[in-house]
């Protein structure tokens, strides 16, 4: 079974930076993409940034500059570099993992399907 634990987040002011990670157990496609997404109040689900198992990786355009996405030799945690955050970048942030047969959930050319249970940025300016 497919665990993906998110920690790391947590209350910063504007132009300080985090460092999430994600704790991946039980995922063993071994071709698939990991990604982190996040969800504002009131607003959709976006992807904001993904990386290959090959180690490429894209961004959303909000992002590109500020956001680092990489994950341990072992493959086994993700994390997310954040720098300079804006109180835009409010939202609460999840981990994701590629299920290509049932994913349900398209970005950057990855079928994501396995999800965590998110953890919460607030950034105050």
């Known amino acids: 079974q497919v665990q993906l634990v998110e920690s790391g987040g947590g209350s910063v002011q504007a132009g300080g930076s985090l460092r999430l990670s994600c704790a991946a157990s039980?995922?063993?496609?071994?071709?698939?993409?990991m990604g982190w997404f996040r969800q504002a109040p009131g607003k959709e689900r976006e992807g904001v940034a993904r990386i290959e198992r090959d180690g490429s990786t894209m961004y959303a355009d909000s992002v590109k500059g500020r956001f680092t996405i990489s994950k341990d030799n072992a493959k086994t945690t993700l994390y997310l570099r954040i720098n300079s955050l804006k109180p835009e970048d409010t939202a609460m942030y999840y981990c994701?993992?590629?299920?290509?047969?049932?994913?349900?959930?398209?970005?950057?050319?990855?079928?994501?399907?396995?999800w965590g249970q998110g953890t919460q940025v607030t950034v105050s300016s």
């Open positions: 039980g995922y063993t496609d071994s071709s698939g993409c």
């Open positions: 994701a993992a590629e299920n290509w047969m049932y994913g349900t959930t398209w970005y950057a050319g990855c079928r994501f399907g396995y």
